[in-house]
């Protein structure tokens, strides 16, 4: 996104409608970072500016994945909806996708106000893969990797910064806890803040498989329910 300089009045106005705090005012001018921004279209289509001087210029690969990934009109070719990951996002199995014996993981990089470079997202994703999982292939993301296999990504891609991006894989159950436990630590190397999304079929009885992993991993699971864990570094200290 861009400001036509000749037509801003420097009111400001437009600052706080960026989830990443990517418009600034530098020695009194008000600017887009253009390294920040993630390209959502938020500025521009909450119709703030009272001089139209907000506008969207060509977006070119790689650059155009920000929109992708962060504009939630932007439909992904490889999902065929908005959004950034697939339908059965967010413990919502709407293909069956996930036989009896496996867990879905998706893990979700980046948040409205902090986003995320892809450089970090190619780091789970590697540290995955070598644990031979495999990439779930309508998520836009998948296709951004150079060999799926290892989960390296494009070298073009690495530092496009996104509001948030979704790592999407089924594995069996019982490679599940080692995973988890990758994902966990690898979340430690991060600059971004991690979610991290579990979903299993409910056997017969009405359990869930993946219950038992999780709660092994100290984390309380709520039945049904979306568990939305937030790891990663948080940018700032508790006095
Ligand atoms: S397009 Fe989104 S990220 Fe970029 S300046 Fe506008 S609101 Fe901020
Ligand atoms: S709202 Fe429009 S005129 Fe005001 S600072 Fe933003 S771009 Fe400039």
Redesign the pocket.
Known sequence: MQ?NKE?????????NRCPVSA?RRVEKK?QIDFDECVECGVCLRSG????G??YQQELTYPRSVRSLMSDVLTIAPESGISGRGTEEMKTNEVTGRFPDGTIGIAVELGRPCYGARLCDAEKIAMAVAAQGVEFEPCNPVTTMMSDPKTGKFKEELLQEKVLSAIVEMTVPYERAEAILRTIYQTAETLDCFLSLDICSKADKAGNLPHREIVEKLGVWCSLNGKTNVGLGRPLYQAE
């Open positions: 400001i037509l801003c009045v420097d009111c400001g106005l437009c600052m418009i008000v703030v500016c009272p001089k001087a907000i």
